[in-house]
T-cell receptor, first 112, second 113 residues
């Protein structure tokens, strides 16, 4: 079934550790996005990529980095996790040009 | 930056009742989207609106793109228990170097059987 796969589904991480959240799509969508969802704050954009090889910063990029080596994969890395990064992280993709986004099922991350 | 004001924040309704929620913005959007998020899942697209004044239905759901392009509403008729979830509006301006969705903070819907 075509869609977006995120891994892991959940993780408990010690503060200061490095962590990479994985995201893979098989729809050949050009654009991919990472959002974090926090209670009362909705979905906030962390980083995005309009095409393979390019990335950009969203609303809350600090403490996160991304890469887009190919069309299908868009990993999100926390170099040194902090408790304020406890959140649910959603990856999304879009064919572009104003069409709707497809979301993954999310990664629930707890930093302790 | 651009912000969307979505209301109400939460709703508790009886099964069979109609539901209405809306989003407003100080900025113009080219596209309005409505998503639903079930517990433990990612948001799923319900309706997409591309033209000012457009009225679109998807089963029991109806959404409209405001004439000013600064607002949108979503109506759900004859609610059922599976309508429970969080509904998000989202505005999109595309073209140029990026085309990123701006989300409202969501409306949490609870339906009593």
């Amino acid at each position: 079934i075509a869609g977006i796969t995120q891994a892991p589904t959940s993780q408990i991480l010690a503060a200061g550790r490095r962590m990479t959240l994985r995201c893979t799509q098989d729809m050949r969508h050009n654009a991919m996005y990472w959002y974090r969802q926090d209670l009362g704050l909705g979905l906030r954009l962390i980083h995005y990529s309009n095409t393979a090889g390019t990335t950009g910063k969203g609303e809350v990029p600090d403490g996160y980095s991304v890469s887009r080596a190919n069309t299908d994969d868009f990993p999100l890395t926390l170099a040194s996790a902090v408790p304020s990064q406890t959140s649910v992280y959603f990856c999304a993709s879009s064919p572009g040009n104003g069409l709707g986004y497809t979301f993954g099922s999310g990664t629930r991350l707890t930093v302790v | 930056g651009q912000q969307l004001n979505q209301s109400p924040q939460s709703m508790f309704i009886q099964e069979g009742e109609d539901v209405s929620m809306n989003c407003t913005s100080s900025s113009i959007f080219n596209t309005w989207l409505w998503y639903k998020q079930d517990p433990g899942e990612g948001p799923v697209l319900l309706i997409a609106l591309y033209k000012a004044g457009e009225l679109t239905s998807n089963g029991r759901l109806t959404a409209q793109f405001g004439i000013t392009r600064k607002d949108s509403f979503l109506n759900i008729s004859a609610s059922i228990p599976s309508d429970v979830g969080i509904y998000f509006c989202a505005g999109l301006n595309y073209g140029g170097s990026q085309g990123n969705l701006i989300f409202g903070k969501g409306t949490k819907l609870s339906v009593k059987p």
